[in-house]
């Protein structure tokens, strides 16, 4: 499993017509499917008149996804939603687009369409994070050691957390899990105590 992933870094609305129908695309950073149906609720009681609420969302830790039509045709709004995030190649948000209904039928390719343009352009508006699995290693570093240890920090795949001085100085780093074993062997060539991984 990677280690890195992009996400949104925070909330952005888009909103445009198509024949007659209003699109409103929402998304969203969140980390857990609570989180996402305790923000879906908010949007669904701030746009009570709207005619559908469709969704989807992408977590990166279970490697979880969800979707729903909300009252649409089977499969032509939460699975092109859905699409949308995944063709953005992002995890950890949430994407809601809401419909007024126009008085215009848009077909089931219309309407998959109109969902899943309106999820890509909302996520072409987004401000985007990258984000990393870290191990964190702590070990112990004699005063001697120090610049060879300091060398080792290379953010963002090395990050140094803390540095403790005492008799016996211990640090803790965040380290990229694809490289966590790398690391680790590497204190241990130095003659570094390792405390926990």
Same mark, same amino acid.
């Given at each position: 499993?990677?280690?890195?992933y ?5 909330r952005? !609305?888009?909103?445009?017509?198509i !024949?007659?129908? !209003?699109?409103?695309g ?9 989180a ?13 008149d709207a005619?559908?609420h ?6 990166f830790?279970e490697?979880?996804?969800r979707?729903s039509?909300?009252?649409e ?10 699409a949308?995030? !995944?063709?953005?190649?992002?995890h ?5 687009v809401v419909?007024?209904y ?6 089931t390719?219309g ?13 072409k508006?987004?401000?985007l994070?990258d ?6 290693i702590?070990?112990?570093v ?7 240890v300091y060398?080792?920090?290379?953010p ?17 780093f ?6 966590a074993g790398?690391?680790t ?7 570094l105590?390792v405390?926990s991984?």
């Open positions: 499993m990677s280690d890195h992009r996400t949104l870094g925070e952005v !609305e888009l909103s445009h017509k !024949e007659r129908s !209003e699109f409103m929402i998304a969203f950073p969140v980390t857990a499917e609570d996402f149906f305790a923000e879906l609720q908010q949007i669904q009681k701030q746009h009570f005619t559908h469709c969704w989807a969302f992408r977590l830790a490697a979880r996804s979707s039509d909300a009252g045709p089977s499969g032509t709004a939460g699975k092109p939603i859905l949308a995030i !995944e063709g953005a190649a992002l950890d948000l949430g994407v809601a419909r007024w126009g008085g215009v039928k848009l077909g390719g309407l998959s369409r109109a969902y899943r343009e309106t999820a890509a352009e909302t996520l508006t987004a401000k994070l984000r990393y699995v870290y191990e964190r702590r070990v112990r004699p005063f001697a050691m120090l610049s060879n060398r080792m920090v290379q963002p795949d090395v990050v140094l957390v803390e540095e403790k001085f005492a008799e016996e100085n211990e640090f803790v965040d380290v990229r899990a694809s490289i790398a690391f062997k590497r204190l241990t060539e130095l003659r105590v405390l991984r």
